[in-house]
């Protein structure tokens, strides 16, 4: 079975500055997506970024890039220029491309690191 | 466009008292999920919906647990009686089809004392 592994329940940044958040994951499967979801206090899972497992090419999404390391099973999130509205909760997410039928398209989370900002 | 629509967003009962959790999905979407997300945690996969039919329900504990998507748009949770370890955030997503972006509701906390 497929695990995601955030290593850090918390993380702090100064506005303006860049913090990355680690995950990792652990999977017999070759062809996967990978995701970062924000949660807010308004509890609303927001897509950030998405990365595709075939692709070698690291994401990016404005500020927020990923490093996408395959063979090592890692996946971190890089923040740029660190905002305000940033603050949330960040999950880290699995999920197979192959279909199986029934319960093939589920997202597996990780835990969860909560990132303050601070002014 | 609207977004996934759940309510209520919060709710408070006491234990062995039903509880019911609406989900409006984004219209046009066929399918439809609903995760549970304990305190600290991700969330996990309880259910999830193609148009009315549940694919995938190996996750929801059917002894008091159960959900219905009727017409293939909205869908409600119910669970019956509630327990104390029920107490959680019960969020509803949903996708164009299966394999596409899922787009979350805000979810509904519930308490059960």
């Known amino acids: 079975a497929q695990t995601v592994t955030q290593s850090q329940p918390e993380m702090s940044v100064q506005e303006a500055e860049t913090v990355t958040l680690s995950c990792t994951y652990d999977?017999?499967?070759?062809?996967?997506?990978l995701f970062w979801y924000k949660q807010p206090p308004s509890r609303q899972m927001i897509l950030v970024i998405r990365?595709?497992?075939?692709?070698?090419q690291n994401a990016t999404e404005n500020r927020f890039s990923v490093n996408f390391q395959k063979a090592a099973k890692s996946f971190s999130l890089k923040i740029s220029d660190s905002q305000l509205g940033d603050a949330a909760m960040y999950f880290c997410?699995?999920?197979?491309?192959?279909?199986?039928?029934?319960?093939?398209?589920?997202?597996?989370f990780g835990t969860g690191t909560l990132l303050a900002v601070q002014p | 466009e609207a977004g996934v629509v759940q309510s209520p967003r919060y709710k408070i009962i006491e234990k062995k008292q039903p509880v019911a959790f609406w989900c409006n999905p984004i219209?046009?979407?066929?399918?439809l999920y609903w995760y549970r997300q304990n305190l600290g945690q991700g969330p996990e996969l309880l259910i999830r919906?193609?148009?009315?039919?549940?694919?995938?329900d190996s996750q929801l504990p059917k002894d008091r647990f159960s959900a219905e998507r009727l017409k293939g748009v909205d869908s409600t949770l119910k669970i019956q009686p509630a327990e104390l370890g029920d107490s959680a955030v019960y969020l509803c997503?949903?996708?164009?089809?299966?394999?596409?972006?899922?787009?979350f509701g805000p979810g509904t906390r519930l308490t059960v004392t």
């Open positions: 997503a949903s996708s164009y089809r299966d394999f596409y972006e899922q787009y």
């Open positions: 999977t017999s499967e070759s062809d996967y997506y």
């Open positions: 990365q595709e497992a075939y692709k070698q």
């Open positions: 997410a699995y999920r197979s491309a192959r279909y199986y039928g029934g319960a093939t398209n589920k997202l597996i």
């Open positions: 219209s046009g979407h066929n399918t």
């Open positions: 919906y193609e148009n009315e039919e549940a694919v995938d």
